[in-house]
């Protein structure tokens, strides 16, 4: 029997997680950056990028409607498990199409192109990373074992990264290490889950793709939403040098903690809130009032850090273009207000209520927004085009969902 913690619990733990999970690779760029030569370093940014795009299209919105059926069924441990092969299926069937992407890729990618190698490495870590069934914890609330996995492996790669890569020759022990890690968080991530509910995999890929079409919309929401965060990255090597993609690289993944720790808060509480429902509107009304102000302080704050603290992140990731870096960080940082925001809307409004048809579609118009805004920006402005691009983006996205709650979806009779 596994026990749930209370929301403010599951939050430090869910920050502890993806500390240890974004936060390590991050202590890793200043030694990567000195350790590689700059095209060296601005490829393995690149693939880091194009895994993390590729774990979203592999995670196929999962973690959202994986978390509901969970969270919805916590005592039910068999039905728990045929969510669990559900999706698992599912994600294998993902996972084989997506190396037809990556071929795509290996010929239209100017940075994969003759570069087979740093996109196999990318696939495997972006299949790997889809594959840790981070929606069974957040469902179960129950995020203790998780935790420590993930603090403990990735804490003993950094001390091996550092043993291991010294300079461009020993880039072979790089790549093992982007993988390794990865795989063993999966395995003991499963072992845990058959030691709590009894676990047996069963892999049907029948109901895998019925799992894909039941989960279309979460899909498109999940999928259209990272176009505009690790996709950009991917977007911007089509146009720049590896030096400048990996100059970018370095301020998404920096803001990228911050961004996961502000949606892993809303995905704590998204459980709880389903839980709540239609029982009691008063508490839920609460939690809303209560988030809405709560995100807004989270997104100031690091919007705040960031940007105070851009050129002291310039001089200790990348010396050598510290003054390009400070400059795309600090365009950068306004965009977690929104993104802050915007939490608050897609878990409390839309997904609670089964509208995520409708913020599917918000976001398809984000992600084609994304592409024509940041298409002219970087041709005007280079690098810190993209980056003034993302807080555009953000904002108008923003914008839209608190127009359609508040004049048209609020108004259905069967809304929460």
Same mark, same amino acid.
């Given at each position: 029997?596994?026990?749930?913690?209370?929301?403010?619990?599951?939050?430090?733990?869910?920050?502890?997680?993806?500390?240890?999970?974004?936060?390590?690779?991050?202590?890793?760029?200043?030694?990567?950056?000195?350790?590689?030569?700059?095209?060296?370093?601005?490829?393995?940014?690149?693939?880091?990028?194009?895994?993390?795009?590729?774990?979203?299209?592999?995670?196929?919105?999962?973690?959202?409607?994986?978390?509901?059926?969970?969270?919805?069924?916590?005592?039910?441990?068999?039905?728990?498990?045929?969510?669990?092969?559900?999706?698992?299926?599912?994600?294998?069937?993902?996972?084989?199409?997506?190396?037809?992407?990556?071929?795509?890729?290996?010929?239209?990618?100017?940075?994969?192109?003759?570069?087979?190698?740093?996109?196999?490495?990318?696939?495997?870590?972006?299949?790997?990373?889809?594959?840790?069934?981070?929606?069974?914890?957040?469902?179960?609330?129950?995020?203790?074992?998780?935790?420590?996995?993930?603090?403990?492996?990735?804490?003993?790669?950094?001390?091996?990264?550092?043993?291991?890569?010294?300079?461009?020759?020993?880039?072979?022990?790089?790549?093992?290490?982007?993988?390794?890690?990865?795989?063993?968080?999966?395995?003991?991530?499963?072992?845990?889950?058959?030691?709590?509910?009894?676990?047996?995999?069963?892999?049907?890929?029948?109901?895998?793709? $019925?799992?894909?079409?039941? /989960? &279309?919309? !979460?899909?498109?929401?999940?999928?259209?939403?990272? %176009?505009?965060? @690790?996709?950009? +990255?991917?977007?911007?090597?089509?146009?720049?040098?590896?030096?400048?993609?990996?100059?970018?690289?370095?301020?998404?993944?920096?803001?990228?903690?911050?961004?996961?720790?502000?949606?892993?808060?809303?995905?704590?509480?998204?459980?709880?809130?389903?839980?709540?429902?239609?029982?009691?509107?008063?508490?839920?009304?609460?939690?809303? $009032?209560?988030?809405?102000? /709560? &995100?807004? !302080?989270?997104?100031?704050?690091?919007?705040?850090? %960031?940007?105070? @603290?851009?050129? +002291?992140?310039?001089?200790?990731?990348?010396?050598?273009?510290?003054?390009?870096?400070?400059?795309?960080?600090?365009?950068?940082?306004?965009?977690?207000?929104?993104?802050?925001?915007?939490?608050?809307?897609?878990?409390?409004?839309?997904?609670?209520?089964?509208?995520?048809?409708?913020?599917?579609?918000?976001?398809?118009?984000?992600?084609?927004?994304?592409?024509?805004?940041?298409? !002219?920006?970087?041709?005007?402005?280079?690098?810190?085009?993209?980056?003034?691009?993302?807080?555009?983006?953000?904002?108008?996205?923003?914008?839209?969902?608190?127009?359609?709650?508040?004049?048209?979806?609020?108004?259905?009779?069967?809304?929460?």
């Amino acid at each position: 029997m596994t026990k749930k913690g209370s929301i403010f619990e599951n939050i430090l733990l869910m920050w502890a997680i993806n500390f240890f999970k974004l936060a390590t690779p991050l202590i890793l760029i200043p030694w990567l950056s000195r350790a590689l030569d700059s095209e060296s370093f601005g490829f393995y940014m690149y693939t880091v990028a194009f895994a993390a795009w590729l774990c979203i299209l592999i995670d196929y919105g999962f973690g959202f409607s994986g978390t509901r059926s969970i969270a919805k069924n916590s005592k039910d441990h068999e039905c728990i498990c045929e969510i669990l092969n559900d999706l698992i299926s599912a994600k294998i069937v993902i996972s084989i199409l997506a190396i037809f992407i990556c071929i795509v890729f290996y010929f239209i990618s100017p940075l994969f192109n003759n570069n087979f190698l740093w996109l196999m490495v990318g696939y495997i870590v972006g299949v790997l990373t889809s594959f840790v069934p981070l929606y069974y914890f957040q469902g179960m609330e129950s995020l203790r074992r998780l935790g420590l996995i993930e603090a403990s492996i990735n804490l003993l790669n950094v001390i091996m990264v550092v043993l291991l890569v010294q300079d461009i020759q020993d880039i072979k022990y790089l790549f093992a290490l982007m993988i390794i890690p990865r795989l063993l968080i999966v395995l003991c991530s499963y072992l845990v889950i058959i030691d709590e509910i009894n676990f047996n995999l069963k892999i049907d890929f029948f109901r895998g793709v $019925k799992s894909l079409s039941d /989960g &279309f919309y !979460f899909a498109l929401f999940q999928i259209s939403n990272g %176009i505009y965060t @690790s996709f950009n +990255i991917i977007f911007l090597g089509f146009f720049v040098s590896p030096t400048l993609v990996g100059i970018y690289a370095i301020c998404e993944r920096l803001l990228k903690v911050c961004i996961t720790f502000i949606g892993q808060a809303a995905h704590i509480v998204f459980p709880r809130v389903v839980s709540l429902g239609n029982d009691n509107i008063d508490r839920l009304n609460d939690i809303r $009032k209560y988030s809405f102000y /709560g &995100f807004f !302080f989270l997104g100031s704050f690091f919007a705040l850090i %960031i940007f105070l @603290s851009a050129d +002291i992140l310039g001089t200790l990731f990348l010396p050598s273009n510290k003054l390009q870096l400070a400059t795309t960080i600090r365009l950068m940082s306004f965009a977690l207000v929104p993104i802050s925001l915007a939490t608050v809307y897609y878990y409390q409004h839309f997904l609670l209520n089964s509208y995520e048809k409708y913020l599917s579609l918000i976001m398809i118009f984000g992600m084609l927004l994304n592409f024509m805004v940041g298409y !002219f920006m970087i041709k005007n402005y280079g690098i810190n085009g993209m980056a003034i691009t993302w807080p555009i983006v953000e904002s108008v996205t923003l914008f839209i969902c608190i127009i359609t709650i508040s004049n048209f979806l609020r108004k259905n009779l069967n809304y929460i």
